[in-house]
């Protein structure tokens, strides 16, 4: 049995969509911009998709939904168009972001430091959130933006994006949120949480890679980052991605259908995952289910290392991921474990299980299996359940 | 750059399929009790090395023959990732039916090599040489709580990459007879950092206690000070020296007679450049921290410091502050 509990990282594309964009490769494959009917044939679906996509955020007609490639280049246009506008000519010097955002969010903060732009990364508590008030609390007369991601990734945690805008809205601040963790998993509606730039990612709600977009609030409009012809309104240039448009309208439809099933069903099944999981001895989930994405899990087995487990998980056809220690090239622990001041024991320990609309009853019954199988073997071998004889010295 | 780095395999993918047999059946995992070790007739050493918080521990058992100091039998706990378990567990394997002394001997490298499936393929990938590093102290602690002796005893020379097991005094040597200058050129001529890269410079997976880093800055400044020693030495004339020997014979100086007072109130000064106006040699300065608002900074520091550099290199020497 394969059983895919990974969709944080990504998802697999619903093949409605992948139906709704196959046209566009082989008949409907003309550039939009040129003069002939192989262009217009793209126009309306065009239109429609990129209508699915307002409706999908509570966007309105006059603001802009500019597609990109990914969510790493919205991040990155939103944080490095704020350092060209406001940093850079001085009118402000600083900007607000958590400390777990995604990496596309903190290496672009970092490197707009080493061009002299201030950045506080907020801290999150214990149960793995950014508090409202902590963005209030560093907010400057010289700030230019705040960033605070949606949903993160790692934990699933909801952060108080409603209270972050309404903080920002009152004190003049721009307002960015990362909801590529997000869309299709919790009501999204920019107008109620007051923001002014909105990330999103298609592939992470059943749409097709190589496709994001940046929603930018009527009056908010950023400097483009990609010069060149006038697509997009002139704000991203290159041709359009015409089946990654298609797709990602009909995704976030779908998305949009499926939200309920997701809060309820998908719901369900991980939180008959995660009982299973805390039945085991010494298991620690981050963050209380109720202000988490009803498909994410972030626990720590104690005594056995993140790789190991997943090395086992992937042995029986489960994958899993660990943001930890030795299955990055950089052998860090997880961030988001370190940020919350979790038992430094634990911090190479947490494994993250996410399902998405297609997990099945029987996929999270074998994986129950699975894990206390696995639990059990790695526990077997791991020194922290160790014999150690009597007088001999345990300290490390 | 170029092809093989633009798109990441699973590391998964360069583990041999040794490593991998381990991982799934470690044939020495588990532990020996005080009741086994006595019907054996040995004695029983238990050692830890590692730690979780830092992603590796292991738990070393021996049960070793006290008459003859062999190592009837040896068991393992490890919590790690995979490469960390069966690097345990062929460790274990190699202490095997040796002494406490030939077991001394055992490097990660021998244990690598040990999980290879061909002899030029390495058995992990170059940030996995780390968990063999662990298999190897083990040893050391265990043999030195058999022996009843300190673990630095054995080790006689101070390593500074544990992965490729390079010395300092190896780097050292390396690093000047070839004249090195970068971290990606001694790992080219030593291998030194191209594994876990902890002992490149801070903040790595271990700490250390100096870093590959260190020891190039260490040899640039060696070489400075050889450069205004010989200026100094041959009595070389500052009005003769290229500008590079004279900005570095001003340094020099300043590090010598006046940086170390700058830096006890807070403050230091670099040097800008060094320009001949007529007779003069202009030396502009800028002051760092405290010294950039101290009132002295352009009365006495600055005399001070102008008076040094005209008695130690020339008389037509101004000193401006910018």
Known sequence: MRVYLDNNATTIVDPHVYEAMEPFFCQKYGNPSSLHQFASDTHKPLKEAMQKIYAGIGASNEDSVVITSCATESNNWVLKSIYFEYILTGRKNHIIISEVEHPSIIATAKFLESKGCKVTYLPINSEGIVEAHTVRDFITDKTALVSIMWANNETGAIFPIHEIGEICASKGVLFHTDAVQAIGKVPVNVKEANIDYLTMSAHKFHGPKGVGALYMKKGCELTPLFHGGSHMGGYRSGTLNVPGIIGMGKAMEAAIDALDFEMSEVKDLRDRLEDAILEIEDTFVVTPRTKRTPNTILVSFRGIEGEAMLWDLNRAGIAASTGSACASEDLESNPVMEAIGAEADLAHTAIRFSLSRYTTSEEIDYTIDIVKEAVKRLRSISSSYAYAPQGHNNEL | ?322
């Open chain 2, 1 to 322: 750059m170029g092809i093989d780095s633009l798109i990441g395999g699973t590391i998964w993918d360069e583990y041999s399929q040794k490593v991998c047999e381990l991982m799934n059946n470690p044939k020495n995992m588990g532990e020996i009790t005080e009741e086994e070790a006595a019907s054996m007739k040995a004695k029983l050493i238990v050692a830890d090395f590692g730690a979780e918080s830092c992603g590796d521990a292991v738990r070393l058992y021996w049960a070793v023959d006290p008459k003859n100091d062999i190592i009837l039998d040896a068991k393992f706990k490890s919590f790690g990732c995979g490469t960390a378990i069966a690097s345990s567990d062929t460790m274990a394997e190699l202490c095997k039916g040796k002494s406490v002394d030939e077991a001394l001997k055992i490097t990660n490298i021998d244990v690598e090599k040990a999980m290879r499936d061909t002899p030029d393929i390495p058995a992990v990938p170059p940030q996995k040489m780390h968990c063999s590093v662990m298999a190897y102290d083990v040893i050391k602690k265990a043999a030195s709580q058999y022996k009843g002796v300190d673990m630095a005893s054995f080790e006689h020379e101070i390593i500074v990459c544990e992965c490729a097991r390079v010395s300092l005094s190896t780097l050292r040597e390396v690093i000047r007879i070839n004249d090195l200058t970068t971290v990606e050129q001694i790992t080219d001529y030593t291998k030194a950092g191209a594994f876990c890269k902890s002992c490149v410079r801070p903040g790595g997976h271990e700490a250390k206690d100096i870093y590959l880093v260190d020891l190039l800055t260490e040899y640039e400044k060696e070489k400075m000070t050889h450069v205004a020693d010989e200026a100094n030495a041959g009595n070389v004339d500052f009005s003769k020296m290229t500008i590079v020997q004279r900005l570095k014979a001003v340094e020099k100086v300043i590090d010598e007679n006046i940086r170390q007072m700058l830096i006890m109130d807070g403050g230091n000064v670099e040097i800008l450049d060094i320009k001949e106006n007529g007779a003069n040699f202009d030396i502009y300065i800028r002051y760092l921290g405290a010294c950039s608002g101290c009132a002295s900074s352009s009365t006495g520091t600055l005399f001070a410091m102008e008076s040094i550099l005209k008695d130690k290199l020339d008389e037509n020497i101004r000193v401006i502050p910018l």
